[in-house]
T-cell receptor
């Protein structure tokens, strides 16, 4: 596997379900990110982890719960979601949030989430 | 006012046309300016980044930054159907990313 991988690629869940999204990066990076992408809206940054420590939470509802057990893996645990949470959830990684230069982010393919 | 504004399109052009994609921004503290391309059912991939005002060329792609006008552009020469995708501009300030909403481009054969 190369780059950033995400599983599952598609997920349909009811509002009472609990599910988890998984992200893995094979780039040796130290920062990982969760974004929400909705149609015709800018990418919304949800969470940032740097060296396994959460450094940013952009006022995300508690029904989204991130977990970063190590610098290569990132999870997003989902419970009691709402239909408006349906979107593409993208994971990204970068060298670190403290790196100089453009600190370019590399994205996974995303998980298309539908909440019924 | 949004920090980064980008026309969502869609933009439809014939094959071989020159395409111009643009973003405006409001914060003069942005440091790096990037263009990402996102194909359907894929994540965004970085095309180019620039730091200063001026042009940067990479093959058929040219990124242009005008800091005085707070305006950035991506030009695609000799556009191909394989260029059909959504193009996202992004800017960074102290390692924080700010994305535009993306412009959907369709290049017709």
């Amino acid at each position: 596997e190369t780059g950033v991988t995400q599983t599952p690629r598609h997920l349909v869940m009811g509002m009472t379900n609990k599910k988890s999204l998984k992200c893995e990066q094979h780039l040796g990076h130290n920062a990982m990110y969760w974004y929400k992408q909705s149609a015709k809206k800018p990418l919304e940054l949800m969470f940032v982890y740097n060296f396994k420590e959460q450094t940013e939470n952009n006022s995300v509802p508690s029904r989204f719960s991130p977990e970063c057990p190590n610098s290569s893996h990132l999870f997003l645990h989902l419970h009691t979601l709402q239909p408006e949470d349906s979107a593409l959830y993208l994971c990204a990684s970068s060298q670190s949030t403290l790196a100089g230069g453009p600190n370019e982010q590399f994205f996974g393919p995303g998980t298309r989430l539908t909440v019924l | 006012q949004k920090e980064v504004e980008q026309d969502p399109g869609p933009l439809s052009v014939p094959e071989g046309a020159i395409v111009s994609l643009n973003c405006t921004y409001s914060n003069s503290a942005f440091q790096y300016f990037m263009w990402y391309r996102q194909y359907s059912r894929k994540g965004p991939e970085l095309l180019m980044y620039t730091y200063s005002s001026g042009n940067k060329e990479d093959g058929r792609f040219t990124a242009q930054v005008d800091k005085s006008s707070k305006y950035i552009s991506l030009f695609i020469r000799d556009s191909q159907p394989s260029d059909s995708a959504t193009y996202l501009c992004a800017m960074t300030r102290y390692n924080k990313f700010y994305f535009g909403s993306g412009t959907k481009l369709n290049v017709k054969p």
